[in-house]
């Protein structure tokens, strides 16, 4: 089955939606405007329920089938953008300084909207589908805020699938595997305190600088000499914050960055050894060290009959030989696991073609997409809620 008809049909309008999403980016929590052009949408689709404020400015659209009662399914899209200036120069561009869609979630929104038009007018299904739009998934966890305002148990769903774009992957292709799919995020401050000084007199100081310069090389330990070489982890010191002036060695020195894992024992020995490491180099210098450690998104872990499912639908619509089943997972973090921990579900990738990779200031969804990814949503809601 390749793409429906009705999809390729849809495509400028979705496009004109993606665009204008586009050029209004909004940040974490802060989607009002998004989030109010996602409920007039469905409103307008004829959603049999619109729900606004879930998880704070998430907007869940309920659509319910015409082939009689059966269970429910959610599926997923995240509507904030980054703190980034983009430089795309596109007609569609950014119109907020500091501020674009540089992860292609206007594109996702669109295709969700797309997909609940087309079902809320076919409803070839039974039970009901739950179009879940998600804020702050750049780092605000909008997905754990949802899934802790009751949204599982209010709106029934037993199972929850999600969508992301993936850049040199080819349009028309999907990318899924059982398991783990995204690392867990853990992100870490490390406060290195020593006593200041004139430079030119290094023996009258504590020299937090050096102290902290050998505490980064060391980290790199941890992978290299902690943890099992079959298993992952990536430990990346991301800030720096030492001093204002040329002649002065400061009190103190700020580190922070995150921790990647695919599993939850490796996260913890790799808290273990960051504190053991933080310690024992700053004894060495004679500083003090406090290290704060906080566990953020856990690990994007598919489930198996979901995962085949998925992979299923995909295949149908761009071909099996197009859908790869074994993708190697990726360290970057997705809230979306947060979903997954409640309800059983799989996140699979859509191709987004030869553009620019995510987070980077020339990224933009490539609305070539848009077809594929309404497609599928439609033919997993049909075939997950067949009568």
């Known amino acids: ?15 004109g939606w993606r665009r ?11 989607v009002h405007r998004t989030a109010g052009l996602v409920a007039d949408k469905l409103k307008e689709f004829g959603c049999d329920e619109v729900v606004p404020g879930i998880g704070r400015t998430g907007v869940v659209g309920i659509i319910r089938g015409n082939r009689g009662d059966g269970p429910a399914i959610g599926l997923r899209a995240d509507m904030d953008a980054l703190p980034m200036t983009e430089v795309t120069g596109k007609p569609w561009a950014s119109t907020v300084p500091g501020k674009m869609h540089a992860c292609g979630h206007d594109g996702h929104t669109a295709m969700l909207l797309g997909a609940a038009k087309y079902l809320a007018e076919t409803r070839n299904f039974k039970g009901s589908v739950a179009v879940i739009f998600q804020p702050a998934e750049e780092g605000g966890g909008g997905g754990n805020e949802m899934v802790k305002d009751g949204m599982m148990e ?60 050998q505490i980064v090389t060391a980290l790199q330990s941890i992978a290299s000499r902690n943890v099992h070489p079959l298993d992952s982890v990536v430990v990346s010191v991301t800030k720096f914050h030492a001093g204002d002036a040329f002649n002065v060695i400061p009190d103190q020195v700020e580190l922070a960055g995150t921790v990647r894992t695919l599993k939850k024992e490796v996260n913890a ?35 198996a009959d979901e995962t085949v499912f998925a992979s299923t639908v995909a295949g149908e619509i761009a071909g099996a030989t197009n859908v790869d089943t074994d993708v190697m997972p990726t360290m970057g973090g997705e809230d979306f696991s947060y979903m997954l921990e409640a309800r059983p579900g799989a996140f699979i990738f859509i191709g987004n073609g030869d553009t620019a ?23 997993l809601a049909e075939k997950a809620l067949a009568a």
Not at 1 to 15: D, V
């Open 269 to 303: 020995e790799a808290e273990k050894r960051m504190k053991a490491i933080c310690e024992g180099v700053a004894t060495a210098h004679g500083a003090t060290v406090d290290v704060q450690y906080d566990s953020n998104y856990p690990v994007t872990f598919n489930h």
């Open 357 to 379: 990779a995510l987070h980077n200031t020339s990224y933009d969804f490539n609305d070539e997409v848009i077809p594929h990814g309404v497609s599928y949503w439609v033919r």
């Open 20 to 30: 204008d999403i586009h050029s209004n980016p909004e940040l974490l929590f802060d």
């Open 1 to 15: 089955m390749p793409i429906l008809n009705r999809a390729a049909e849809l495509q400028e309008e979705i496009a």
């Open 154 to 213: 209010r709106f029934g769903i037993d199972r929850v699938f999600g969508m992301h774009n993936m850049p040199g992957l080819p349009v028309g292709h999907f990318a899924i595997r059982p398991g783990p799919m995204m690392a867990a995020t853990s992100e870490f401050v490390i406060t290195v305190k020593g006593r200041s000084g004139h430079a030119a007199m290094p023996h009258t100081v504590i020299d937090p600088i050096l102290a902290a310069s």
